[in-house]
């Protein structure tokens, strides 16, 4: 969940694990404190490039990889959301 100055609260949903969980804390300082509208290349994008996001996840293997970009569509569903309710 994020929620904007005004109030307003965007939702997004992805499994749980601690490979998600560490994605989109790496997510945190593209999103927090960033002011207007809320947009995926600020948002998931920048979240994929903190986590360490892209392809050379899959030397880890394709699950890891998998599980990041889940992430990175749980932070951008929320950020539509949020667009979608006005903020």
Do not use: C
């Amino acid at each position: 969940m994020l929620t904007d100055n005004a109030g307003h609260t965007g939702v997004g949903e992805a499994p749980g694990g601690e490979v998600i969980y560490q994605t989109l804390l790496a997510a945190i300082p593209q999103v927090v404190g960033r002011g207007g509208r809320p947009t995926q290349s600020r948002g998931a994008a920048g979240a994929q490039r903190q986590s360490g996001g892209g392809f050379r996840h899959l030397r880890q293997g394709a699950w890891t990889f998998e599980l990041k970009v889940n992430a990175v569509a749980a932070l951008e569903a929320a950020l539509l959301d949020l667009l979608g309710r006005g903020a």
